[in-house]
């Protein structure tokens, strides 16, 4: 593997983890920033030890930082840590400085703008979808907390004969679309109820919302187990049993967090929205009613308090 830069697209939460797992790994690191500088050292704040045990530990990384428009070097690794919305256009700002052979990794809620950014990529560049698990919190413009370990992953959007590696050891699957249609489907339960009741995660699994919770699933079960669902070869595993135990596993593990669509709502920032459940509702074969009042109640406040009782009157 060339010893060139990687060049990490966004400064939020993840971009800036990424900035600084990358140059602890060894690797110098460029990271694009689109408003705010992180300035030429990001503090890295741990909370847990590398088995997950609570040991705070701080470590400052050395990273150059720079806009778009500052760029004059050419990168073939590159890693782009946006919203959904934004991949391919934060994409476009650098493409000129991309080579022709370059891994072009994305790490992004939701699914759809793979999709997209697959589009304007050339035949000869991989791109490399990818999830991860990690909690990380932006304290500041150079200062974040690593506040849960998680894992992270990286597959070929367009598997190639003879399979890829990913430029990090470790970190390649082969079933990268199954993985991204499980969190997708987490997601599409948690993320929304607790930016519509504006509530943490934890509190989904109060008696108040069962009833949703339990049609929610059963909804989503029946999408999943439809043969004319658009990835029904990687999500037939997905019944309304499993759902559940990962969701109610997700939720009790991040009890006390809320999540990124909630946080975004509070804030009155755009969601990934259409990225989840505007997702399954595009490509559901099948009717999904709760899923649209999911979405709608998200995508227009004005509609919230009357969404809002619609879900909690679900038998």
Same mark, same amino acid.
């Not at 950014?117 to 698990?133: F, K, N, P, R």
């Not at 987490?186 to 995660?201: D, G, K, L, M, R």
């Not at 909804?219 to 049993?241: C, I, M, R, W």
């Not at 989840?276 to 009613?289: A, C, K, R």
């Given at each position: ?23 602890? !790994? =060894? ?10 500088? #992180?300035? $030429?050292?990001?503090?890295? +704040?741990? &909370? *847990? ?99 849960? !370990? =998680? ?10 004969? #003879?399979? $890829?590696?990913?430029?990090? +050891?470790? &970190? *390649? ?143």
């Amino acid at each position: 593997m060339k010893n060139t830069p990687w060049l990490v697209i966004g400064a939020g939460a993840i971009g800036l983890f990424w900035a600084c797992k990358l140059e602890k !790994l =060894g690797n110098k690191v460029h990271l694009v920033y689109r408003s705010e500088s #992180p300035g $030429k050292k990001i503090t890295l +704040e741990s &909370l *847990t030890d590398e088995d997950g045990q609570q040991q705070v530990s701080v470590s400052k990384h050395k990273i150059k930082s720079l806009t778009a428009h500052e760029l004059t070097d050419q990168y073939d690794k590159v890693l782009i840590c946006t919203k959904s919305f934004d991949l391919k256009n934060a994409f476009s700002q650098v493409s000129a400085y991309i080579t022709p052979d370059a891994d072009i990794a994305c790490l992004c809620n939701g699914i759809g703008a793979q999709e997209e950014l697959q589009h304007i990529l050339l035949d000869t560049q991989t791109l490399w979808a990818g999830i991860t698990s990690e909690g990380v919190l932006k304290v500041e413009a150079d200062h974040i907390k690593h506040t849960g !370990l =998680g894992d992270t992953y990286f597959g070929e959007w367009q598997p190639s004969n #003879p399979a $890829k590696t990913f430029p990090i +050891e470790d &970190l *390649t699957v082969t079933n990268i679309r199954q993985r991204m249609i499980e969190k997708l489907a987490v997601n599409a339960v948690i993320n929304p109820i607790t930016a519509i009741f504006n509530i943490h995660n934890g509190d989904l699994l109060n008696d108040e919302f069962k009833p949703l919770m339990s049609a929610t699933l059963s909804e989503l079960a029946s999408v999943f187990a439809h043969p004319k669902f658009s990835y029904a070869q990687e999500s037939q595993h997905l019944t309304s049993d499993n759902l559940k135990n990962r969701v109610n596993t997700i939720a009790q593990l991040t009890r006390l967090n809320r999540s990124s669509m909630h946080e975004d709502v509070r804030l009155q920032r755009q969601t990934e929205n259409s990225f989840i459940s505007g997702f399954l509702l595009d490509n559901s074969p099948i009717d999904l009613p709760v899923q649209r009042l999911l979405f709608e109640g998200v995508a227009f406040a004005e509609q919230r308090e009357e969404v809002k009782k619609k879900l909690l009157s679900i038998a």
